[in-house]
């Protein structure tokens, strides 16, 4: 069974700033891997794909990259609205990561 | 526009049935597989299930192996999940989801909160 770690916990930063997120997997997914946003009373919205393809309508501030066991959500200049909490999935057993909230500082 | 609406959540006693739907519209929802992901309250997200799109190929997390049942009508646009022998751990919102290229949930429902209680 593959398991996927998200690091941090929570970060805190400030709009403006770069958010960097990681996701890791016990074994290698290949690009197999999907990252969501959840906004709080929400249901979780498809960012990227395939590590790296963003989804139909999502910013470009938002970019994926990795492959194998170690991968990267990057949102190059956070807004108001990309306060959240972030999740990654892969194709194994349809496992999610624990999550990383992007909280304000 | 694609949209998944779920239904049928509610308070059950821990031991008890519940049947929960999610009626499809707005794309032909025969040829694409469906799933129930779960979010305990403030946790996580947890994959239950999983059913192709002819409804003979199914998944369960080992969480729910032999107590939920996973179906589809694609004469209704209409996913179902019977879930039996509920638990107080099996509390949560529940969500349809419709997945593609075999892992990933492009579409999601808005949840049926599930609380397992007595």
């Known amino acids: 069974e593959i398991v996927l770690t998200q690091s941090p916990a929570t970060l805190s930063l400030s709009p403006g700033e770069r958010a960097t997120l990681s996701c890791r997997a016990s074994q290698s997914v290949g690009s197999y891997l999907a990252w969501y946003q959840q906004k709080p009373g929400q249901a979780p919205r498809l960012l990227i794909s395939?590590?790296?393809n963003r989804a139909t309508g999502i910013p470009a501030r938002f970019s994926g990259s990795g492959s194998g066991t170690d991968f990267t959500l990057t949102i190059s200049s956070l807004e108001p609205e990309d306060f959240a909490v972030y999740y990654c999935?892969?194709?194994?057993?349809?496992?999610f990561g624990g999550g990383t909230k992007v909280e304000i500082k | 526009e694609v949209q998944l609406v779920e239904s049928g959540g509610g308070l059950v006693q821990p031991g008890g049935s519940l049947r929960l739907s999610c009626a499809a519209s707005g794309f032909t929802f025969s040829p694409f597989t469906m799933s129930w992901v779960r979010q305990a309250p403030g946790k996580g997200l947890e994959w239950v299930s999983y059913?192709?799109?002819?409804?003979?190929?199914?998944k369960y997390a080992d969480s729910v192996k032999g107590r939920f049942t996973i179906s589809r009508d694609n004469a209704k646009n209409s996913l179902f999940l019977q879930m039996n022998s509920l638990r107080d751990e099996d509390t949560a919102v529940y969500y349809c989801?419709?997945?593609?290229?075999?892992?990933?949930?492009?579409?999601w429902g808005q949840g049926t909160l599930v609380t397992v209680s007595s």
């Open positions: 999935q892969q194709r194994s057993n349809w496992a």
């Open positions: 989801a419709r997945e593609v290229a075999g892992y990933f949930f492009d579409y």
């Open positions: 395939g590590a790296s």
């Open positions: 059913i192709g799109s002819g409804g003979t190929d199914i």
